[in-house]
């Protein structure tokens, strides 16, 4: 009979390190994003008071896709 026990926590070391890689690249996507929206900001002369607004509502738009995206790289792919 097989080890169940033993087999689980060798998948959850996996995925442990599949997580971190995908936090790593996420903050790498995140901090390219931002400097892309700040730059934008700097050539559309958005006023100071309108720049601040903009980047709360970009975190917020990131923290929320970080919430989702463990659910989008589990999800089950088609067969194409």
Same mark, same amino acid.
């Given at each position: 009979?097989?080890? =169940?026990?033993? @087999? #689980?926590?060798?998948? *959850? &070391?996996? #995925?442990?390190?599949? %997580?971190?890689?995908? !936090? &790593?690249?996420?903050?790498? %996507? +995140?901090? /390219? !994003? +931002?400097?892309?929206?700040? %730059?934008?900001?700097?050539?559309? $002369?958005? =006023? #100071? &008071?309108?720049?601040?607004?903009?980047?709360?509502? @970009? $975190? #917020? /738009? @990131? !923290?929320?896709? $970080?919430?989702? *995206?463990?659910?989008?790289?589990?999800? =089950?792919?088609?067969? $194409?």
């Amino acid at each position: 009979m097989s080890q =169940p026990s033993k @087999h #689980r926590s060798q998948s *959850l &070391r996996s #995925r442990g390190a599949q %997580i971190s890689n995908v !936090d &790593r690249l996420f903050g790498a %996507i +995140r901090a /390219l !994003d +931002r400097t892309v929206v700040e %730059i934008s900001m700097q050539i559309y $002369r958005v =006023p #100071r &008071r309108d720049r601040a607004i903009m980047l709360k509502l @970009h $975190r #917020r /738009l @990131h !923290d929320t896709i $970080r919430q989702g *995206l463990p659910g989008i790289l589990n999800r =089950p792919q088609r067969a $194409r």
